[in-house]
């Protein structure tokens, strides 16, 4: 057992992920996260219209390791396959998809993965990080309150790549690392309607200016609503040039993209919703697995580490923790 528990900053998948493969060989672990809820891109929003996943839409597993962990969430109940009627958007044509890799959900909402990851180990949600230093032997974390934590043995950073700069400046290397990763922003749109859209359409790949992906809430297992309700992401490149837009005018522009895509009539929404991810995935991948200055103590991990999937999340999780252990 270590001296001190290891601090773990962000509880994403990359952040559960290492702090359940600590736990699991014996190591005292505190997480921290800056939001109320747990997740990272895989949490689900509250909302009138019920919880939403606005992020994370799906995922998939390839890695032998991997799929043997998302086999044991599935027996777990957190997570169940995922077979939409699934269609592609070119040139403003609509054609079914011929893809049919195996799409897994988390039930009944992606944060349910979040949550049995998490199971009993201590958490410090809405404790936004904002300064890691070492003292002589132990770490200190510092929150946007002015509060110190700690003592901590180790620290694993867990959050997108331009945040976990800052975090890092202990290992300047590790730090330069981190602010060299592009991250590619998504505005995401969810609209609610009375009665449900006569469409056999349940989800769609989109390739035009606007859109780049939309999903029919209810088609996924263990979701319900009163509510018709119709999640719709941005593409990166509209996400960028309309970065600061109001969420008021990214709903307009986008009902009306949707409006156009879809092969019936749209009514009003009832409801709407917008939620800008400013980091959402990495322009592209790498092959770091994890970042790692073992003399400190420090280590970084996330999908931007690896392929920016889930996979690449759990993935690089599960190699912060090797290597943190393999130092004890």
């Not at 060299?180 to 449900?196: D, I």
């Not at 949707?258 to 790498?286: G, K, M, N």
């Amino acid at each position: 057992m270590s001296k001190a528990p290891i601090a773990i900053v962000g509880t994403g998948i990359a952040g559960l992920s290492a702090a359940q493969a600590l736990h699991a060989a014996g190591q005292s672990v505190q997480l921290f996260d800056k939001s109320r809820d747990l997740g990272g891109r895989m949490s689900s929003k509250r909302s009138d219209a019920g919880h939403l996943d606005l992020g994370t839409q799906y995922f998939t597993a390839r890695d032998r390791r991997f799929t043997e962990a998302v086999r044991q969430w599935q027996s777990h109940g957190w997570v169940s396959e995922w077979s939409p009627n699934i269609y592609q958007s070119r040139d403003g044509q609509l054609s079914p998809s011929a893809d049919e890799q195996v799409r897994w959900v988390g039930i009944p909402r992606m944060s349910a993965i979040a949550a049995g990851l998490l199971g009993e180990l201590p958490v410090k949600l809405s404790c936004r990080v904002t300064e890691a230093f070492r003292g002589e032997e132990y770490w200190t974390l510092v929150d946007a309150e002015g509060n110190n934590h700690g003592p901590y043995s180790q620290v694993v950073i867990a959050i997108p790549a331009p945040q976990a700069s800052a975090l890092l400046a202990s290992a300047p290397k590790l730090a330069a690392v981190a602010a060299s990763v592009a991250m590619e922003p998504t505005w995401s749109v969810a609209l609610g309607f009375p009665t449900a859209l006569e469409t056999q359409l349940e989800a769609c790949f989109v390739q035009d200016d606007a859109l780049d992906w939309l999903a029919r809430h209810r088609s996924k297992p263990g979701r319900d609503g009163s509510l018709d309700t119709w999640v719709l992401h941005a593409s990166s490149a509209w996400s960028r040039q309309h970065l600061d837009l109001s969420r008021e005018l990214v709903i307009e522009q986008l009902l009306g993209a949707f409006a156009e895509l879809i092969d019936c009539v749209v009514p009003a929404p009832e409801f709407t919703l917008a939620h800008r991810w400013l980091y959402a995935r990495p322009a592209q991948s790498h092959e770091w697995g994890a970042l790692a200055d073992a003399h400190l103590g420090l280590y970084a991990c996330g999908d931007w580490c690896l392929s920016g999937r889930v996979e690449g999340a759990w993935l690089s999780g599960q190699e912060a923790a090797r290597r943190l252990l393999e130092q004890l």
